[in-house]
């Protein structure tokens, strides 16, 4: 069964960074692929970030160059790094696993297969 425990969240200023984590059980990062997501109140859940079985990442627009995915594979943990945090990243961030079959999954699909963790609240202030 698995299982995917996020930790990390927390209220920062503007500029800031945190670390999120994702403890994952009853799994293996080769035959799953991870992601995070986030949900705004009244918004709905978006994909931030995720990584595939063979390493390959990929993120939204609004956080490239800002938010680094990486997975630690003797921790079975997955990590999300955000600096130069904005209050449009408030939210709550949800950690995802897909088993893959090595071919990308959209986000639709994500929504639909993904087993989720409870979340963790990121709050960036003005």
């Known amino acids: 069964q698995v299982q995917l425990v996020e930790s990390g969240g927390g209220l920062v200023q503007t500029g800031g960074s945190l670390r999120l984590s994702c403890e994952a059980s009853?799994?293996?990062?080769?035959?799953?692929?991870m992601a995070w997501f986030r949900q705004a109140p009244g918004k709905e859940r978006e994909g931030v970030a995720r990584?595939?079985?063979?390493?390959?990442?990929a993120y939204a627009e609004s956080v490239k160059g800002r938010f680094t995915i990486s997975q630690d594979y003797a921790k079975n943990t997955l990590y999300l790094q955000m600096n130069s945090l904005k209050p449009d990243d408030t939210a709550m961030y949800y950690c995802?696993?897909?088993?893959?079959?090595?071919?990308?999954?959209?986000?639709?699909?994500?929504?639909?297969?993904?087993?989720w963790g409870q979340g963790t609240q990121v709050t960036v202030s003005s």
């Open positions: 009853g799994l293996t990062f080769d035959t799953y692929a």
């Open positions: 995802a696993a897909v088993r893959s079959g090595g071919v990308p999954i959209t986000t639709p699909e994500w929504i639909k297969l993904a087993t």
């Open positions: 990584i595939e079985i063979d390493g390959e990442t």
